[in-house]
């Protein structure tokens, strides 16, 4: 069994920042890609940005220059750098990944997500 934990979501203003944590933890072999996801009152869940275990990072257009994702693979977690942060930020946040149990068998495994609200 695998569980991804979020953490460090809350309420901001306009314009400040905040960091979010994303832990794997059980029966772990490898940990590959991971990514960060939102999901906006009364709209579909949208990806914000991936990253590989060798750190290439990939971001929606409307994040990227503002958000920093990153991980350290010997913890097996990723973080969420969000500064500058708008009100059409808000939501809940996500994390994935797509962990390897064994050496032959991957699934992705989503958190349970934490609040993001921004307030202008």
């Known amino acids: 069994q695998v569980h991804l934990v979020e953490s460090g979501g809350g309420s901001v203003q306009a314009g400040e920042s905040l960091r979010l944590s994303c832990v794997a933890s059980g029966f772990i072999y490898k940990v590959n890609n991971m990514a960060w996801h939102r999901q906006a009152p009364g709209k579909q869940r949208e990806l914000v940005a991936t990253?590989?275990?060798?750190?290439?990072?990939t971001y929606a257009d409307s994040m990227e220059g503002r958000f920093v994702i990153s991980r350290d693979n010997a913890k097996n977690t990723v973080w969420l750098q969000m500064d500058s942060l708008k009100a059409e930020d808000t939501g809940v946040y996500y994390c994935?990944?797509?962990?390897?149990?064994?050496?032959?068998?991957?699934?992705?495994?989503w958190g349970q997500g934490t609040q993001v609200t921004v307030s202008s």
């Open positions: 990253i590989t275990s060798g750190g290439i990072t």
């Open positions: 994935d990944a797509d962990v390897q149990v064994n050496r032959n068998y991957e699934c992705k495994y």
